[in-house]
């Protein structure tokens, strides 16, 4: 079945240094999802890409879909503590119908 | 608005004991899911619902049972649980198909 991969699985960073975690499909993806996980939370919807090559930005956030749409990144600029969290990708499975998450990155910032 | 209301928040249950999950979404939405996430190995889809009256399996749906019969709840039952089923379980809930997931809150599910 579709399968999302994402590296890296965790990622210890600086305050103040800049992280990118990578998504992954061995498929080409109609759209693809990014969440947020705090720790003990839940995840958060942070936004979804559609078209090829398309980028967008929320304040220190770069999410980039990829020209082939079989991957995506989301790069964060100059990390803040309040970063800390796990970042899923999710794109449709097979059939169109749900999303397929990512095992996720893990980032940690050290004050 | 509440969004997603999942109850309990936590539970611990013996071997062979059933329990059910509830979840409740006060946004009016057609689809929900429950998800159960594991160390690792991010949100795997149990059982899904389109609409009121109607489930379907998900990518992991043995030893568990659902129900949708309103549409803004989605109940997840476990009839006989086992060790393998501790994890921390998610309920979500979209508008439609493959748009914005609002996640609840999650329970967290030992069994011993």
């Known amino acids: 079945g579709q399968q999302v991969m994402q590296i890296p699985q965790y990622q210890h960073v600086q305050e103040g240094e800049d992280f990118t975690t990578y998504c992954n499909s061995s498929t080409t993806l109609s759209n693809i999802q990014w969440y947020k996980q705090r720790p003990g939370g839940h995840p958060v919807f942070l936004i979804q890409?559609?078209?090829?090559?398309e980028v967008k930005k929320q304040k220190r956030l770069t999410f980039q879909f990829g020209e082939a749409k079989k991957n995506s990144s989301l790069h964060i600029t100059a990390t803040q503590t309040t970063d800390v969290g796990t970042y899923f990708c999710a794109g449709p499975d097979n059939y169109g119908q749900n999303f397929v998450f990512g095992p996720g990155t893990r980032l940690s910032v050290l004050p | 608005n509440a969004g997603v209301t999942q109850t309990p928040k936590f539970r611990v249950l013996k071997t062979g004991q059933s329990m059910t999950l509830l979840c409740a979404q006060d946004m009016n939405h057609e689809y929900m899911y429950w998800y159960r996430q594991d160390p690792g190995m991010g949100l795997r889809l149990i059982h899904y619902?389109?609409?009121?009256?109607?489930?379907a399996k998900g990518e992991v749906p043995d030893g568990y049972n659902v129900s949708r019969l309103k549409k803004q709840n989605f109940l997840l039952g476990l009839e006989s649980a086992a060790p393998s089923q501790t994890s921390v379980y998610f309920c979500?809930?979209?508008?439609?198909?493959?748009?914005?997931?609002?996640f609840g809150q999650g329970t967290r599910l030992t069994v011993v």
């Open positions: 619902s389109v609409g009121e009256g109607t489930t």
């Open positions: 979500a809930s979209t508008r439609g198909d493959l748009t914005e997931a609002f």
């Open positions: 890409l559609v078209k090829s090559g």
